[in-house]
Each structure stands twice: as C-alpha cells, then as structure tokens.
C-alpha cells in the first residue's frame, strides 16, 4: 500500500498541521510505502516572494526530518522537482468540469469575499488530484479541510478512467488507468483548535508554531481565550480548548486526571495552561534541537531532497506514461 501526502510550505507549520497530518505519516512510513512532498507548486499562490518561499519550502524539509520522517523508508522530495505533476495536470484539466472547481470550498470563499481570484486558485484541486494520482497512491493523509479535495481528486480519476479506460468498472475501481486514492483522516484530532478556539489556520492567526522558541510558545499558550470562570469554581471541559489541546498530548490516564479537576475547580486556567507548555516543550523539545543541528548541515538536506525526487520520478514517469498513451499522447 502507497501512502501520500503534502505540505504547503506557506509559513511555518502549526501543531494543527502536526496533529491533523504530519503526525500520521510518520506513523505510516514505518507499516507503508511512503511519498511525502513539499507543495511548492502549490504555494507559489500565497507566497510571492521568492526568498520567502525558498526559506519556507527547505524549512517544510527540515520539519519532517526533525520530526522523524526517514529518508531511507520514505520518499522525500519538492513537488516542483518532478515536472510531470504539471503535465498530468494538463491532461486532468481536459476531464474536469468547471462546475466541480466552482464547488471547491477555497474558491467559494475567495469569491464570496469579493477577493482577485486567479487561475491558480481555480486549479488547485486538479493539480492536487495530479499528485495524488500521478504515484498511484492509494492513502492520503489529511486534515478534515482538506477532504473535499480528496474527493475532487477520486472524481477526476473516475473521470479519466470513464474516458480512456476501456475496462473501468466506477463501482470496484478497477480496470481504470489510475488508481482511485481514498483519505484518511483522524476522527479525534480532524480539526485542532487555535488560541482563540477557532479552527487552528494561519490564516487566523490563531496559531501555536510547531517549532517556536520557548518565548513564542509561553506567548501562544498563554493567549488561548478561555472564559471567566474563577479558579476555586468547577469548569466544563468539553468547552474549554486548554483542554481540547491538552488532550492530544495526555494519555487516557492524564486525561481522566485533568477531567477530574476540572469538574472539582480548585485549579485554574493558567495552572492548566502550564501544564500545556510543558507538554509542548516535552514533546517537541529534542525535534526542535535536531532541526537546529540538520539547519546548519543545508547540503545534506538538499542530497536528501535530490535522491527523494530522482525516486519520485521513476514513479511518475511510468503512471504518467500510461496516461499518455491512454490518450494518444504517446504510442
Ligand atoms: P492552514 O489551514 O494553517 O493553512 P494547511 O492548509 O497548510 O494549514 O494544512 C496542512 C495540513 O494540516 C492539511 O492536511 C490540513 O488538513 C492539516 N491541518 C491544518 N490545520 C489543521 C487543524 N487545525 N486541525 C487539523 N488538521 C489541520
Ligand atoms: N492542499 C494541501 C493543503 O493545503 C496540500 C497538498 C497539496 C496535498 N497536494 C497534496 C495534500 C496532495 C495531500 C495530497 O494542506
């Protein structure tokens, strides 16, 4: 089984993107064949600025290598290293109706803000759905926001396959030339809340960084909105995002423990709060010192980049083969 996913390298990643994504490969890589990419095509739509995008696409690197991902189990690489993904794109593009990217929530939102919308953010899902489908995956990782595009991508490949393949059956996905992917997504960690207990997004601002320093995590942490219940009275925790966020650090036991002073009161938020920062600094302490030490050792990341696009491209160059010949691009 084939397991893939991307990260946008649009700022720096949050424990939202930790624990709605990033989390699951590293657990796949040991029990699946890993694809694990940097979506720098993808960003290019947000981040305009070429230094910019350069420190954020090798930190998206530096990320995953600090967190674990192993580069001999797992294939590393930048989507733009392998330029059969705009190609696919193309040929996805002839099979996609207008009308399924007019339903895709980022576009809607762009319109229905009144924002420029360009080409770029139209297309978006066809070229997700092209890295999805040009490494015949057949599991993708993702947050819950990003199901939609998971289904696009499933619609597209049905499409593609009703048209050139001659023994599709839609119903058992076989006979087609690409392989239908399905999402996988975590019921309990789907949406991760942000300080102000909104779903955690950059675009929020709401965020708590993956690997900030030990300032920025206090600062983060001790912004998160909570209500104004006092310190001796009980609190509910099932509306409390201190808690939500304690929760994906805390065994069933501390759970149950941090359930219980809740109800009885006698601790208060900033106690709570405290608690949390020392979760976020025990679980992410030792990544946050290796990535300082893989910073300085740039060349090595980037071999690493290289051996992980010249692998992704053996794939890519087969499916994508079969693509072309499917539609008389090639003999
Ligand atoms: P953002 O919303 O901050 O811009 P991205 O769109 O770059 O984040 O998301 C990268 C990955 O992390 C996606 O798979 C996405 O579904 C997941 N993700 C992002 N925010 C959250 C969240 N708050 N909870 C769970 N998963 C998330
Ligand atoms: N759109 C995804 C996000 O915003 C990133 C992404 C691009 C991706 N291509 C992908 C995720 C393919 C999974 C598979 O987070």
């Given at each position: 089984?084939?397991v893939l996913?991307g990260?946008?390298p649009?700022?720096?990643?949050?424990i939202g993107?930790y624990?709605?994504?990033i989390?699951?490969?590293?657990e796949?890589?040991h029990r699946?064949?890993?694809?694990?990419?940097?979506?720098?095509?993808?960003?290019?739509d947000?981040?305009?600025?070429?230094a910019?995008l350069?420190?954020?696409s090798f930190?998206?690197?530096?990320?995953?290598?600090?967190l674990?991902l192993d580069?001999?189990?797992?294939v590393?690489?930048?989507?733009s290293?392998v330029?059969e993904?705009?190609?696919?794109?193309?040929?996805?593009?002839?099979?996609?109706?207008?009308g399924l990217?007019?339903?895709a929530?980022?576009y809607?939102?762009?319109?229905a803000?009144?924002?420029?919308?360009d080409?770029?953010?139209f297309a978006y899902?066809?070229?997700?759905?092209?890295?999805?489908?040009l490494?015949d995956?057949d599991r993708?990782?993702?947050?819950q926001?990003?199901?939609?595009h998971?289904?696009i991508?499933r619609?597209i490949a049905?499409r593609?396959?009703?048209?050139?393949?001659?023994?599709?059956?839609?119903k058992?996905?076989e006979?087609g030339?690409?392989?239908?992917?399905?999402?996988?997504?975590?019921?309990e960690?789907?949406?991760?809340?942000g300080?102000d207990?909104?779903?955690m997004?950059?675009?929020?601002g709401n965020?708590i960084?993956?690997?900030g320093t030990?300032?920025?995590?206090?600062k983060?942490?001790?912004?998160?909105?909570?209500?104004s219940?006092p310190?001796e009275?009980?609190?509910?925790?099932?509306?409390?995002?201190?808690?939500?966020?304690?929760?994906?650090?805390?065994t069933?036991?501390?759970?149950a423990?941090i359930?219980?002073?809740?109800?009885?009161?006698?601790?208060g938020?900033?106690?709570?709060k405290?608690?949390?920062l020392?979760?976020?600094q025990?679980?992410?302490?030792a990544?946050?010192?290796r990535?300082?030490?893989?910073?300085?050792d740039?060349v090595e990341?980037?071999?690493v980049?290289a051996?992980?696009?010249s692998?992704a491209?053996a794939v890519?160059?087969q499916v994508l083969?079969?693509?072309l010949?499917?539609?008389?691009?090639?003999?």
């Amino acid at each position: 089984m084939r397991v893939l996913s991307g990260v946008k390298p649009s700022d720096r990643p949050h424990i939202g993107n930790y624990f709605g994504a990033i989390r699951q490969f590293l657990e796949f890589q040991h029990r699946h064949e890993g694809f694990y990419f940097i979506a720098d095509l993808h960003a290019l739509d947000q981040v305009r600025d070429a230094a910019r995008l350069r420190e954020y696409s090798f930190g998206v690197a530096l990320d995953f290598l600090a967190l674990g991902l192993d580069p001999k189990k797992a294939v590393l690489f930048r989507q733009s290293d392998v330029p059969e993904v705009t190609q696919l794109q193309w040929v996805l593009g002839t099979v996609t109706p207008m009308g399924l990217l007019e339903r895709a929530h980022a576009y809607k939102d762009a319109v229905a803000k009144d924002k420029s919308v360009d080409f770029g953010l139209f297309a978006y899902p066809v070229l997700m759905a092209a890295d999805i489908l040009l490494y015949d995956s057949d599991r993708v990782p993702v947050g819950q926001d990003q199901t939609q595009h998971l289904e696009i991508a499933r619609d597209i490949a049905i499409r593609f396959n009703r048209t050139y393949g001659k023994d599709f059956d839609p119903k058992t996905g076989e006979g087609g030339v690409l392989k239908l992917p399905s999402a996988v997504v975590l019921e309990e960690t789907g949406i991760v809340p942000g300080t102000d207990g909104r779903k955690m997004s950059k675009s929020y601002g709401n965020t708590i960084p993956l690997f900030g320093t030990d300032a920025e995590w206090r600062k983060s942490v001790m912004g998160i909105v909570t209500d104004s219940v006092p310190v001796e009275a009980p609190k509910d925790s099932r509306k409390s995002t201190v808690f939500a966020l304690l929760k994906l650090f805390s065994t069933p036991e501390e759970i149950a423990e941090i359930e219980r002073q809740y109800r009885a009161g006698g601790v208060g938020y900033g106690s709570f709060k405290e608690r949390l920062l020392r979760k976020i600094q025990e679980t992410f302490g030792a990544a946050r010192e290796r990535r300082r030490q893989l910073e300085r050792d740039p060349v090595e990341v980037e071999r690493v980049l290289a051996e992980g696009a010249s692998r992704a491209r053996a794939v890519a160059g087969q499916v994508l083969g079969r693509v072309l010949r499917a539609c008389g691009l090639r003999v």
